[in-house]
């Protein structure tokens, strides 16, 4: 399937070098006829499944497809897997689009709410080394046509011509290819007069918000907009920001709970984090507001309270200012138990390093789900799809995030922004479009993405109440990856079963 090793490369375990060849692919050079070269690759199988007592026939497909400039010149060819079922004129559309900067659709595709799933879960590895798909009960096929897009640069997604992967490794290069991509799959699918929806997560957030902006402005209008562990504004987490600070108290107080170092365990779930929204929205900002200016009587009272809160020692609170990061937080909570914790999901903990105890090197929370993907998908292709290895399938590529163009270029601004605050992009989405839906799903143990700090950038959209009262705000007992929780899948597929519906899922809070 998957080439394992080069000339003169040895590989003494094979299993690791295939995950190892997936997540960071040699270079390989097609040949001329090969379905790359020409961007032609196109896999299809079926499959059926049974939901709510109607069998479902549907088809997979993985393909590729081209995309091009003004001039109509080829630009990129993006591979992608779709899921279609019930031939009707006009069943919605669905665009799925990962995070990173860097990832593929796979884990949204083999994660979450395709009609296969490989059920991993983020808080712990399955002890089973043997991982297969299943079939998912809660898919979205359903309510909608699923298509999970690989960005530039991951999956079997690469330029074309002259062109390279910085020149689509940036806020808005990215975004202005995504909407290509979604205008080139409606037209080879022939599904221009249907409900479209975008679903985006972590980046895929960013992704989405500019991504809708462009689609409205070339005439293509969205029927709602799915957002997973948002991040609306890049600009909130530079240093010297205090609003982040303020918006992980939260999701910290929660995470303290759960592992029991809080000092409100008599408290439940909901009623703590409310209290500890209210702290961080008042005593909490004030005695940040004042910086070396707090009193030292003030300054006691609130690193205890941020102590009961957190679950960190009062001399680490002070340490950081009253501003402890979020390695700090993994880092030091369970230190009394050599654990750390993970960051898009901190109920997974793992064995810290006595060479680095303070800087956990890695997430046992990305670690228990990437695993089984690669592993599962790997197999698929070959077995599935007859894929026979000629170009790897990039499925993260963790350098690009460091090499991305972060610059964006926002309504009313002469000069470009440093980095992405896209939340005028969305707002200028949603005016132009008022019938368009929005839903944020958030997850409470997520370090990555807190929410928080989502439901601030809701309230300061740049629109009328009556619109942002509209948007529907839903928070599980989960992290990032909310999906790789079988709990909280289950209860935000129903909730998102409701949106389709033009059903109220949850409240906006």
Avoid at 18 to 36: K, V
Avoid at 171 to 180: E, K, N, P, W
Avoid at 364 to 379: D, F, H, I, Q
Avoid at 402 to 409: A, C, E, G, Y
Wanted: charge should be neutral.
């Amino acid at each position: 399937m998957l080439r394992r090793s080069e000339p003169g490369r040895q590989c003494f375990l094979p299993g690791l070098c295939l995950i190892a060849t997936a997540l960071f692919p040699l270079t390989l050079h097609a040949a001329e006829s090969s379905p790359f070269a020409a961007c032609a690759l196109n896999k299809a199988i079926s499959g059926k499944l049974s939901l709510k007592g109607k069998t479902w026939t549907y088809e997979r497909r993985l393909a590729t497809l081209t995309l091009h400039d003004a001039k109509g010149n080829p630009t990129a060819c993006l591979s992608y897997v779709s899921y279609t079922a019930d031939r009707s004129p006009s069943r919605p559309v669905t665009f799925f689009f990962n995070g990173g900067p860097g990832s593929s659709g796979l884990f949204l595709q083999l994660g979450s709410f395709g009609p296969l799933r490989v059920p991993a879960e983020a808080s712990r590895l399955a002890e089973d080394a043997h991982y297969n798909a299943a079939t998912n009960p809660m898919t979205l096929l359903d309510a909608s046509d699923l298509v999970f897009v690989d960005p530039v640069g991951t999956g079997f997604s690469h330029p074309l011509r002259d062109n390279k992967n910085a020149d689509f490794w940036g806020v808005d290069q990215d975004a202005a290819a995504s909407a290509d991509f979604v205008a080139a799959y409606l037209d080879s699918a022939r599904k221009w007069n249907v409900p479209l929806y975008l679903f985006g997560e972590s980046y895929g957030t960013t992704r989405i918000s500019v991504t809708s902006r462009v689609l409205a402005e070339r005439g293509i209008f969205l029927n709602g907009l799915i957002f997973m562990s948002t991040v609306l504004n890049y600009g909130e987490r530079l240093p010297g920001m205090d609003m982040t600070t303020l918006s992980y108290l939260p999701t910290y107080a929660a995470i303290a709970w759960f592992h029991r170092k809080s000092g409100y365990q008599n408290l439940n779930l909901n009623a703590l984090i409310s209290q500890a929204e209210s702290f961080a929205a008042t005593t909490y900002m004030q005695a940040l507001w004042q910086g070396k200016n707090l009193d030292l009587t003030t300054e006691r009272a609130v690193t205890g309270e941020l102590a009961r809160y957190t679950g960190l020692s009062i001399e680490t609170i002070r340490a950081h200012a009253l501003r402890p990061d979020v390695n700090t937080f993994r880092s030091e909570l369970l230190k009394s138990d050599a654990l750390i914790t993970g960051r898009y999901d901190a109920r997974a903990t793992a064995p810290m390093s006595y060479l680095a105890p303070d800087a956990p090197d890695f997430d046992p929370s990305n670690e228990n789900v990437r695993t089984p993907l690669t592993t599962v998908w790997n197999k698929q292709l070959g077995q599935d799809f007859g894929y026979d290895g000629e170009r790897p399938y990039v499925i993260y590529d963790n350098t690009t995030s460091s090499v991305w163009d972060w610059r964006h270029k926002a309504k009313g601004r002469s000069r470009l922004l440093e980095t992405a605050v896209t939340g005028g992009d969305l707002a200028e989405t949603m005016a132009r479009n008022p019938g368009m839906r929005v839903i944020f799903l958030n997850g409470l143990y997520d370090l990555a993405a807190p929410f928080s700090l989502t439901a601030y950038d809701i309230r300061h959209l740049n629109l009328p109440i009556s619109q942002i009262q509209e948007i529907s705000f839903c928070r599980y007992p989960a992290g990032h990856m909310m999906y790789f929780d079988n709990h909280a899948l289950k209860i935000t597929s129903q909730d998102l079963h409701k949106f389709y519906d033009n059903k109220k899922p949850c409240y906006y809070k």
